[in-house]
C-alpha cells in the first residue's frame, strides 16, 4: 500500500458515532461524563506542526490515543493533514489503519518472527530494538519479499529499548545497503522535560554522531518536551504524544497547548458530618469541625488516583462544586470519593449534580501533580465506565 500525500484540510473532522457495545455506556448508565475536543487536539497539532517546519510532525496514538479515543483521533488527525503515526502494538496499528488507510504507522514495540504476518496484514512499519530484531527482519523480508519499511531504534541514553551506539555503527554498511528495509532512524529522549539535565546534551551529540552513519535515511528524536527543548531535536520527523492531548510538554512554564479533556462525575449523596466523625477506608480523616460531605461515583477504577486523598502536610486534589474547589478527603475507594463542601451554601451542593474533576480552570496538570504523578497517566487510567462525548 504505497503512502499517498494527503491534502490539508479546513473542514472539521467527522468523529465516528459512540457504540455502546464498543464499550462506551449511555448517559444515564454511567458514573461520569469525559468530553473530548478533538478541535482543540487538532488545533495542537497544527501548532506543532508550524512549530518544526519544514520538519515533518507525526502523531503518537499508543494507550487509545492516551485515553482520549484512537479511532476518533486518528479520524480527526488525518482530517487535519497527519500522515504518520506511532502506536505500541500491532492491534492499535490495525485501528490507525482501518482509518488512515494511506497513512505511515510506526510499532514501537518492535518485531519478532511470529508477528510478520500482522506487519504484512497491516501494512505497518516495526520499530528494530535489537540486533535480535534485526537479524529476524532481515530473514523475514528475504524469505517473503516483503517490501514494507522499518525504523531502527538507537538507544542514546534512555536504557530501556534500542541497539547501542555501537552495535548501530557496526551494522551502520549493512544498513545501508539497498536490501536494508529501514526508513528511520530514531532514538528517545529521556529528560527532556528538564531542560538543564546534562544528559539531553549528551543524548543530542550522540544521536546527532549515529545520524551521520546512517546517511540518506529520516531521524527523529523528538517527544513533546523535546520539540520545545532545542531546534536541534526536531531532525526528520517529531512524535509529539501528551502534548496533542492537552498536557504541558514544559512543566513549571505555561502550557502552550490548548485543553483537550474535560471531566465531570455524579454527587451520589450529602451527608452531615459531627465534628469527629471520620471518612473512609482506614478512618484517614477526621472532621475538625460540623461538616457537610459529598459523595461522588468516582474512583480509583475510574482513574482517580489513590495517591490524590488528602495527606497530612500536603495540598489535596480538588474538585470543582458549583464553580468552587473542594477538598478529596479520606481515602479514595475503588468507585467513590468524599469531598468537603462545607463551605458551599447547602443549596448549592445537591445529589445527581455533576461535578468537574477536570476542567474549567482544574487542568490536567494541576490534577496530576496533585496526585502525585504524570498528565500521561492520569490520561490514560481514565476509565470506560464514563459515558464519552466526542466534540469536533
Not at 469525559?34 to 508550524?50: H, M, Q, R
Not at 530501556?160 to 557496526?170: D, K
Not at 474535560?262 to 484517614?284: M, W
Not at 462544586?321 to 468537603?340: E, N
Request: charged residues 20%.
Amino acid at each position: 500500500m504505497p503512502r499517498q500525500p494527503q491534502a490539508q484540510t479546513t473542514s472539521s473532522p467527522q468523529p465516528p458515532e459512540p457504540v455502546t457495545a464498543a464499550g462506551n455506556p449511555s448517559l444515564h448508565d454511567a458514573n461520569g461524563i469525559l468530553t473530548i475536543d478533538l478541535g482543540a487536539i487538532t488545533a495542537n497539532y497544527k501548532t506543532l506542526v508550524a512549530r518544526v517546519m519544514p520538519g515533518e510532525c507525526a502523531a503518537v496514538v499508543k494507550g487509545d490515543a492516551y485515553g482520549c479515543g484512537i479511532d476518533q483521533v486518528t479520524t480527526a488527525l488525518s482530517a487535519a493533514g497527519c500522515q504518520t503515526f506511532f502506536v505500541a502494538h500491532l492491534s492499535e496499528a490495525r485501528r490507525v489503519r482501518a482509518i488512515a488507510r494511506e497513512a505511515v504507522i510506526y510499532v514501537l514495540n518492535g518485531f519478532s518472527s511470529a508477528s510478520g504476518q500482522g506487519f504484512v496484514d497491516t501494512y505497518a512499519r516495526p520499530v528494530i530494538n535489537s540486533l535480535v530484531e534485526v537479524a529476524e527482519w532481515d530473514h523475514f523480508v528475504s524469505t517473503t519479499g516483503f517490501s514494507g519499511s522499518a525504523a531502527l531504534h538507537v538507544d542514546t541514553g534512555m536504557n530501556r529499548l534500542g541497539i547501542t551506539i555501537e552495535e548501530a555503527a557496526a551494522i551502520a554498511s549493512h544498513i545501508r545497503s539497498e536490501s536494508h528495509h529501514i526508513a528511520l532512524l530514531m532514538s528517545h529522549l529521556a529528560c527532556a522535560d528538564r531542560p538543564d539535565h546534562p544528559l539531553n546534551d549528551q543524548q543530542i551529540r550522540q544521536f546527532r554522531e549515529v545520524r551521520s552513519l546512517f546517511r540518506g535515511i529520516s531521524s527523529s528524536l523528538a517527544n513533546s518536551p523535546g520539540i520545545f527543548l532545542d531546534p536541534s531535536t526536531y531532525c526528520d520527523v517529531v512524535r509529539p504524544g501528551v502534548a496533542l492531548y492537552g498536557g504541558n510538554p514544559m512543566p513549571g512554564r505555561p502550557n502552550p497547548m490548548k485543553p483537550a479533556i474535560g471531566l465531570k462525575a455524579h454527587i451520589l449523596q450529602v451527608r452531615n458530618l459531627s465534628r469527629g466523625a471520620a471518612v473512609g477506608y482506614g478512618s484517614t480523616w477526621t472532621a475538625k469541625r460540623d461538616s457537610r460531605i459529598a459523595v461522588v461515583a468516582a474512583g480509583y477504577a475510574d482513574g482517580v488516583m489513590r495517591a490524590a486523598a488528602i495527606t497530612e502536610g500536603r495540598k489535596p486534589r480538588e474538585v470543582l462544586v458549583a464553580g468552587k474547589r473542594c477538598p478529596i478527603v479520606g481515602r479514595i475507594s475503588m468507585d467513590l470519593m468524599a469531598l468537603d463542601v462545607t463551605d458551599l451554601p447547602v443549596s448549592a451542593v445537591r445529589r445527581d449534580q455533576m461535578v468537574t474533576l477536570i476542567g474549567e480552570g482544574l487542568t490536567l496538570d494541576e490534577v496530576a501533580e496533585q496526585a502525585g504523578t504524570i498528565s500521561y497517566e492520569v490520561l490514560t487510567s481514565l476509565s470506560r465506565r464514563y459515558h464519552r462525548v466526542w466534540k469536533a
